[in-house]
């Protein structure tokens, strides 16, 4: 039988340590370019939608109250986002980026996947239904 | 009252269950090493017996309730039954008499086929092919199997496994019948079904084989009989042809050390089909086995 | 007071019930139809480089013996009768972990006609772990969530409405 042959890689099994990376209990480097999950600067955003209407998964909807007053409030669904980072190429402005380090998002309910990026009382205030731009 | 301790505390009963779970635990953690990985935490066993007793338990609708629930425990029940009879650990076994060879044998193929009648008894397909592969695989390696073990007890001149382990103690079996110690060991896989002869419970071909519908109570007796099977046997082996057994010590070593060579060899092949396993068995196992002791046979003649 | 000793061997026998399945669960995969790109890296997580086995998790062939059912994919409109069969067959407790972006909520196909949109429209799910696929890193991390959560029974209140800048 060819594979008693491999006896010899079997043995050496032995001879060192396991290349188990032990995952809780020690944590290597990222790659910097992982695509984690996604960060939104407020500041240099136009509202234009682009990300919104770029993404295959439907993941993102710019909901903007007044978008002179820079009141925009950005919905991210992270059950659905594929991390394709399609958005972040698209972005005029450049404000999307994903994050490398946020990557160990698993929760035991579906209600922390729906996430409201903006300022607090943007994002009150289209909680309470004062929605405008696009919506779902 | 001292019976009772024997048989319920040590060396039977609770003894017997401990050194098969401590003796899974180490064949799980030596392939997992020669794998290049971590393996399962010292506690593995008893924590997947445990939950296993406290899982529901679901009976088919089909089945004949008294053999669903019976069998498992007239297989472990046999498995155990046949640790009184080896030494175990050193010690004298604990209730011999003459033929109790035979006895250890036929109480070892109990588990094996109380798995494979507990497959035959529902009607799920897979249940039923892994049953009819036990019980083929049952009928391919016992034969050689046993006749490896007779090897000794020809030498020795006596059915008893005290006595030929007496005789074994002078004489070094392992020197004087070299094949029939190979057959033995690869018999020991045959009848513990590890990999290459694992095909009657192939998870990707056949789901689970004969123990699909098992779980809960059950399961966890089935799986306590393997853990004493592999005790047993691997004591079996080891007093007949590497020398007796003469204290703790060189029980742990000696078992240990067939036990290492048996993960070696189930680290290195893959499965066999069932009908290269019994293809193998009848026409290599069987013709080794039968020129042992036609050896032994001429060489008495001779002398 | 004659309840004192009953409980207490009660709460013995309990957290050692509870003990033991936190460090045996056995866990069966199905694929509900997916890319198999999260399959492949439920594969890899059992390798030797990154291990489930050292948590106790090991992969078996039959439902009646898992405890956890990793399941990816869409649920498509065959796999939904097939999914929901194995659901059954698992005896209690028994545990959901869904895996990959297809099986939280359908994903890029989550308004297809063919499609459920999701594993929690069809069986209940304990665990999430989204990514497409997710890394082995993230699903030993949502494994080890799910197994943490058996150890305090109390469900945490969902956060509705969260903010991370």
């Not at chain 1, 990557?103 to 405008?132: C, H, K, M, P, S």
Request: hydrophobic letters at 45%.
């Amino acid at each position: 039988m060819k594979l008693a042959s491999m006896i010899g890689d079997i043995l050496e099994g032995l001879s060192h340590a396991p290349v188990t990376e032990r995952y809780p209990y020690e944590r290597h480097d990222t790659p910097t370019r992982l695509r984690g999950k996604l960060l939104w600067c407020k500041d240099a955003c136009t509202a234009c939608g682009l990300c919104a209407k770029d993404c295959p998964a439907d993941a993102l909807a710019v909901l903007a109250i007044d978008k002179k007053a820079k009141q925009i409030v950005l919905r991210y669904h992270v059950d659905r986002c594929t991390f394709c980072a399609q958005c972040v190429t698209n972005c005029r402005q450049g404000c999307l980026t994903m994050s490398s380090l946020d990557w160990e998002l698993a929760a035991l309910d579906r209600q922390t996947f729906t996430l409201y990026y903006g300022d607090e009382t943007d994002v009150q205030a289209i909680l309470a239904g004062n929605l405008e731009g696009n919506v779902p | 009252m001292q019976t009772l301790l024997v048989l319920v505390i040590f060396p039977g009963g609770l003894s017997v269950l401990a050194l098969g779970m401590a003796y899974e635990w180490f064949d799980r953690k030596l392939l997992a090493r020669l794998q290049n990985r971590l393996g399962p935490r010292w506690f593995q066993p008893l924590a997947d017996t445990i939950k296993l007793l406290a899982k529901e338990e679901v009976m088919p609708e089909s089945v004949n309730p008294y053999l669903f629930v019976g069998l498992p425990v007239v297989a472990l029940a046999g498995a155990m039954t046949a640790a009184l009879y080896v030494p175990l650990l050193g010690l004298p076994p604990a209730y011999g008499f003459v033929g109790d060879l035979i006895v250890t044998i036929y109480l070892l193929c109990l588990l094996t086929l109380c798995m494979g009648l507990a497959g035959a008894n529902t009607l799920d397909r897979f249940s039923l092919i892994g049953a009819t592969r036990t019980l083929t695989q049952l009928f391919s390696y016992e034969a050689p199997f046993l006749l490896a073990l007779l090897g000794p007890a020809l030498v020795a001149g006596s059915w008893q496994i005290g006595d030929i382990t007496a005789y074994a103690e002078q004489h070094l079996l392992l020197v004087t019948q070299p094949i029939g110690f190979v057959v033995a060991i690869i018999g020991l896989m045959g009848k513990l079904e590890l990999p290459p002869f694992d095909a009657p419970t192939a998870k990707t071909e056949i789901v689970a084989g004969a123990m699909t519908e098992y779980s809960g109570r059950g399961l966890a007796l089935f799986h306590l009989g393997k853990g004493v099977e592999l005790v047993v046997g691997l004591t079996l082996v080891a007093a007949f042809y590497l020398g007796s057994i003469a204290n703790p010590l060189d029980f742990f070593a000696k078992t240990l050390g067939l036990l290492l060579i048996v993960v070696g060899v189930q680290a290195l092949l893959t499965r066999l089909r069932i009908e290269q396993t019994v293809g193998l068995w009848w026409r290599y196992g069987a013709l080794l086995v039968l020129v042992q002791l036609l050896v032994h046979i001429v060489w008495e003649v001779a002398a | 007071m004659a309840h004192q000793p009953e409980s207490f061997l009660h709460k013995i026998a309990d957290g050692l019930k509870t003990w033991a399945r936190i460090n045996s669960p056995w866990a069966i995969h199905f694929n509900s139809g997916s890319c198999n790109g999260c399959d492949i890296e439920i594969l890899a997580t059992l390798t030797p480089r990154y291990d489930l086995e050292r948590f106790g998790l090991k992969l078996q062939g039959s439902p009646r013996h898992a405890d956890v059912l990793i399941v990816t994919g869409p649920v498509t409109r065959q796999a939904r009768d097939r999914l929901v069969r194995i659901y059954e067959q698992m005896p209690e407790p028994k545990f959901v972990v869904a895996v990959g972006s297809c099986a939280l909520s359908g994903g890029v196909f989550h308004d297809c006609y063919n499609v459920a949109g999701g594993i929690d429209a069809v069986i209940p799910v304990n665990a999430y772990i989204p990514g497409c696929p997710p890394r082995p890193e993230a699903i030993i991390d949502g494994v080890a969530k799910l197994l943490g959560s058996l150890k305090a029974p109390a469900p945490t209140p969902a956060a509705a409405n969260e903010q991370r800048d």
